[in-house]
C-alpha cells in the first residue's frame, strides 16, 4: 500500500462524506490565549506558536464547514443568559496595554439574528431564561480565536454569554439545550483557558499545581456524561482547583462547562495541551 493510501479525510475520518448536511458537529473547547497575544511580538517569540498552530488546524478536523458557530467566551458575563442579535456585530478590543496596531484587528463575521433568536427558544424549552442583545459586539475571546480557526470570517458567529452568578450546573444545563444545534450544521465553541490565574503565568511553582488539575479535568471531561457532568458540577472540589480559577475568577473555565453540555453523550477527549508561561494550557473536543 503506497503512503498516499493511507490518508484520509477528516470527513473520512469522522464517517462522514463531505457534502452530507446531516453531518453532526463535534463541541470544542478551545484556549484563547492572553489578549492579542497571536497577533504580535512576543517573548520568548515562539510562546503561542503551537497553540496558534493548534488552531489554525481547527477547520480541517470538522466533518464540514460549519454554516454558523456559537462561541461562548469567558469574556462577557450578563445576569442572565444572553446572544448577540446584530447582523454585523462590532469588535470590544477588551484588552490594554498591548501595542496600538492590536486594536485595528479586523474580524467582519456576520452575525446571524435568527439563529440567536432559536437559542433563545431552546433555552426557554429548557426553563432557562435567555435574551437577544441587539448591540452587543464580539470580544476578544471570540474574535482573537476564530481569525486562527476561520480566517475568512465568511461563517455567521452568534456570542453566548455566561451567567454572572457562574453556577457551574446552569451552565452545563444552558449547554444541553444549545446541542440540538449540532445536527443543524452550528458549531459550538467554548472559548477561555483550562488554567487562569493571573499570578500563576511564569511561576514555576504554578507548573504541578496546573498539571494536578489538568490530570483531574481530562479524567471529567473523558468520562462518560453522567460521570463527566457530576465532576464539572464539582470542580472546585478538584486538587488544585482554586490555585488555577481563584474564587470568583472561573469565567474561562465555564465555558467549557457549556461545551461539555453541548457535548452530552458524545466522548469527550482531550485534543491539545502544553505548557505555556510555566502552565499546563488544554483544548478538549466532544464528538
Known amino acids: 500500500m503506497s503512503t498516499m493510501d493511507t490518508i484520509t479525510t477528516p470527513q473520512q475520518a469522522h464517517g462522514t462524506a463531505a457534502n452530507d448536511s446531516s453531518a453532526r458537529m463535534p463541541v470544542l473547547f478551545v484556549p484563547h490565549g492572553a489578549g492579542p497575544c497571536f497577533f504580535m511580538d512576543w517573548n520568548p517569540a515562539d510562546t503561542w506558536d503551537r497553540m496558534a498552530a493548534f488552531l489554525k488546524g481547527v477547520a480541517g478536523t470538522l466533518p464540514e464547514a460549519p454554516r454558523a458557530i456559537v462561541l461562548v467566551s469567558g469574556h462577557w458575563l450578563e445576569p442572565g443568559f444572553s446572544v448577540t442579535g446584530s ?30 433568536d432559536r437559542i433563545v427558544q431552546l433555552l426557554g424549552e429548557a426553563g432557562a431564561q435567555a435574551r437577544v442583545d441587539p448591540q452587543r459586539g464580539h470580544d476578544h475571546g471570540v474574535f482573537i480565536p476564530l481569525k486562527l480557526m476561520f480566517p475568512k470570517a465568511e461563517v455567521p458567529v452568534v456570542q453566548f454569554s455566561l451567567r454572572r452568578d ?54 471529567a471531561v473523558e468520562s462518560e456524561t ?50 505555556v508561561m510555566k502552565t499546563t494550557l488544554s483544548a478538549f473536543r466532544f464528538g
Do not use: C, Q
Not at 104 to 115: H, K
Not at 234 to 241: D, K, V, Y
Not at 243 to 272: F, I, M, Q, T, W
Open 226 to 275: 453522567p460521570r463527566r457532568e457530576a465532576m464539572l458540577r464539582e470542580w472546585a472540589s478538584a486538587p488544585h482547583a482554586r490555585d488555577n480559577h481563584p474564587p470568583g475568577g472561573e469565567e474561562h473555565l465555564l465555558p467549557l462547562l457549556v461545551a461539555a453540555g453541548a457535548g452530552a453523550g458524545s466522548e469527550g477527549r482531550k485534543v491539545y495541551s502544553e505548557e
Open 166 to 219: 457562574m453556577d457551574p450546573a446552569a451552565h452545563i444545563e444552558a449547554g444541553r439545550a444549545l446541542a440540538a444545534l449540532r445536527d443543524e450544521g452550528v458549531l459550538v465553541v467554548g472559548s477561555g483557558m483550562s488554567f487562569h490565574n493571573m499570578r500563576g503565568y511564569g511561576d514555576p511553582r504554578y507548573t504541578p499545581v496546573s498539571a494536578k488539575f489538568d490530570a483531574w479535568l481530562t479524567e
Open 87 to 116: 447582523a454585523r456585530p462590532p469588535l470590544i478590543y477588551d484588552y490594554s496595554g498591548f501595542p496600538a496596531h492590536t486594536y485595528e484587528l479586523t474580524y467582519p463575521a456576520p452575525g446571524e439574528p435568527a439563529l440567536a
